[in-house]
């Protein structure tokens, strides 16, 4: 990236522009963005609530400290440096020190995070990879009884969920099988209620972003997110039923999956004969991984319908990154265990020689550009200029299609049919057929534009109809000379629209705090309250 910029993947524009949106409210004093106000071309939408927040605030924290053409290089490396630091706490359980930092380096690199990174761009995955090390880490220690470790499992599973919502809901079932593993392996269900108590706690530190997403989905499309070419049933490794990019890229995904898949179990076999010098370790990373490559297979399409918001996750192939915890346990395990020491080196250097040669075809068939970087600084402005960048459709407002929103500079026919200033806030606007019309009778002067709050003053010799520069979301509290209204949407878009009487007015429309955002805030709150009370505990089980 030094030298060629940056590898822009699929999901490269999305996390950038998210990442700049937040800095940009940062500089407005919104210290949490709920709205991402550049999006759809300053239309905006409510990505902030929906996505979680850990990727787009780091990128945005990165964003303000370094050029934002390093960001993503930046970002991935401190990534894949916090990921090899949690691998190495969990393999120096069992193993040597060097066996446990190769363990580490392995699952830094691993295969499935190459793609992420230069195919894919999906920074918040990547992110969210690097807690699960840990989850298997705490839910292991409370299994031999450690309670102390409730906060550490509550905490890495909390950064889960903040991070990646696909890789959340993978890390949610991961860890139900890890310790339905422990309680069989002991037998008794004191792991279970004391990993279900570090889960809770996890689910109260995320409430804040987990309950408002939660109860606001029905405002949105969120259905979208599985709609046409991005289900589970369309995506199984080796996959033909599908667009023809869709299919290229699964291709090259299941023959990186494959080959992990052959290592991992080589590896398992070569260690299953000394499986007990690992304890419940060597049972855990098994079963993980067989769940892993279970479900990237088309059999198993019954349970990505049957298993609750399993089929958010999209694409199978996302268990990858379960199976590289194993891939990298299982193969630090087997060098450690190897009866020459040379040999096992040796093996080891070649499968790092392949993982760069892996790399380097990757590096080769990546799309690489200069210019995403710049374009998106220039298209996020603030005030009232600026662009925009396209918006998601899983965040459209029901009702809206922000196809039909004005803006797009590759819709030509979009852009003709508008005013001369696209970014003019707000219209007079005909709300039978959502037609711009001559606003020569009113004029209006703009007290306050940021992310959250629009203020203007508005005067017409006529009643008039006036189409705002903002998606209708239920969040926006609309006041018309301090009266609080329901404002109307334009039926193909969603736009909002504010019917106003002859005479000045003062439009106030304001995002409000919604009661689940609160109650999320207290939630958490009070779970981090608990977990600190549990973590400053003196040593030793709970009666």
Excluded at 119 to 129: C, I, T, V
């Amino acid at each position: 990236m030094l030298f060629l910029g940056n590898a822009s993947g699929h999901d490269f524009q999305f996390h950038m522009a998210s990442w700049m949106d937040a800095a940009g409210q940062w500089r407005e004093g919104i210290v949490y963005p709920r709205w991402a106000e550049w999006a759809n071309w300053g239309f905006g939408e409510p990505r902030f609530i929906f996505y979680p927040p850990g990727s787009w605030m780091a990128g945005a924290a990165l964003g303000t400290a370094v050029p934002w053409r390093a960001v993503p290089g930046v970002f991935i490396w401190l990534v894949f440096v916090a990921a090899g630091m949690a691998m190495w706490n969990l393999a120096r359980e069992c193993l040597p020190a060097r066996y446990a930092t190769v363990a580490a380096v392995l699952f830094a690199v691993n295969p499935y995070h190459l793609v992420i990174v230069y195919y894919r761009s999906d920074f918040a995955e990547l992110m969210a990879g690097a807690f699960l090390p840990l989850i298997v880490w705490g839910a292991l220690r409370l299994a031999r009884g450690e309670w102390r470790s409730v906060p550490l499992l509550a905490a890495a599973f909390a950064g889960t969920w903040l991070s990646d919502a696909p890789a959340a809901v993978i890390a949610t079932y991961a860890l139900a099988l890890i310790l339905f593993v422990a309680c069989v392996g002991r037998p008794s269900l004191r792991p279970l209620l004391a990993g279900a108590t570090g889960m809770a706690g996890g689910f109260g530190l995320a409430a804040f972003y987990i309950l408002p997403a939660a109860r606001e989905q029905g405002w949105v499309q969120i259905t979208q997110v599985v709609a046409d070419n991005l289900g589970p049933t369309r995506n199984f490794l080796f996959t033909h039923s599908n667009d023809p990019d869709f299919v290229a890229f699964n291709w090259k995904v299941s023959y990186v999956a494959v080959s992990v898949m052959l290592v991992t179990s080589v590896a398992a076999v070569l260690v299953a004969r000394r499986r007990r010098d690992f304890s419940h370790l060597y049972w855990t990373m098994a079963a993980l991984g067989f769940l892993s490559i279970v479900l990237m297979l088309p059999f198993t399409t019954f349970l990505w319908r049957l298993l609750p918001e399993l089929r958010f996750v999209q694409f199978p192939w996302r268990w990858l990154e379960v199976l590289a915890l194993a891939f990298a346990f299982f193969v630090a395990a087997a060098m450690s265990r190897a009866q020459r020491p040379g040999r096992a080196w040796a093996t080891g250097v070649a499968l790092f020689v392949a993982i760069c040669a892996g790399a380097t075809a990757m590096v080769r068939t990546a799309w690489w550009d200069s210019g995403d970087v710049p374009a998106m600084v220039a298209s996020v402005g603030s005030g009232v200029s600026g662009a925009g960048y396209r918006g998601t459709d899983e965040y459209d407002p029901v009702g809206c299609d922000h196809y039909e929103l004005p803006g797009d500079p590759d819709d030509e026919e979009r852009v003709e049919g508008v005013s001369p200033t696209p970014a003019l806030p707000i219209e007079k606007v005909d709300p039978n057929t959502g037609d711009v019309v001559p606003a020569s009778d009113i004029t209006f002067q703009i007290e306050q534009w940021s992310a959250e709050r629009r203020t203007i003053f508005v005067q017409s010799a006529a009643p008039v109809t006036l189409a705002v520069r903002l998606l209708n979301y239920p969040s926006w509290n609309v006041r018309v000379d301090g009266n609080t209204i329901v404002p109307g949407a334009l039926h193909d878009n969603g736009q909002m629209f504010v019917p106003l009487g002859a005479g000045t007015h003062s439009v106030d429309i304001q995002f409000r705090r919604t009661r689940d955002r609160t109650a999320g805030s207290a939630i958490s709150i009070v779970s981090a309250l608990a977990l600190l009370a549990l973590a400053i505990r003196k040593k030793g089980p709970v009666p």
